[in-house]
Nanobody
Framework: QVQLVEFGGGLVQPGGSLRLSCATSRNVFTIYKMAWYRQVSGQQRELVAQMINGGTTNYADAVKGRFTISGDNARNTNHTIYLRMNNLKPEDTAVYSC???????????????WGQGTLVAVSS
């Protein structure tokens, strides 16, 4: 079974930076899309940034120019994506979750996998 393991959340002051990491728990052949979502309690989960086929990236308007998604996704390795967050604002406070779609391993295919979520709190 493949899981997504996240690291890097925490408390940071406005204007500060954090880097989130998300790694697969075992080797996979390919992943079509990896993404970061965030959710504030009582609100809908929203897409923050995504990387498709290890190349094309897209960002929510609210984070463009401040957040950068990148990844290590060589075939048949543990795939990892990162979210570098600069100039953080209080409105960025949320639980950030990693998502992977169309995960292919030696044994099977997973249509979608979610990480457990990590809290990012931006406050002075």
């Amino acid at each position: 079974q493949v899981q997504l393991v996240e690291f890097g959340g925490g408390l940071v002051q406005p204007g500060g930076s954090l880097r989130l990491s998300c790694a697969t728990s075992r080797n996979v052949f390919t992943i079509y899309k990896m993404a970061w979502y965030r959710q504030v309690s009582g609100q809908q989960r929203e897409l923050v940034a995504q990387m498709i086929n290890g190349g094309t990236t897209n960002y929510a308007d609210a984070v463009k120019g401040r957040f950068t998604i990148s990844g290590d996704n060589a075939r048949n390795t543990n795939h990892t994506i990162y979210l570098r967050m600069n100039n953080l604002k209080p409105e960025d406070t949320a639980v950030y979750s990693c998502n992977a779609q169309e995960v292919i391993t030696r044994e099977t295919r997973y249509s979608e996998i979610w990480g457990q979520g990590t809290l990012v709190a931006v406050s002075s």
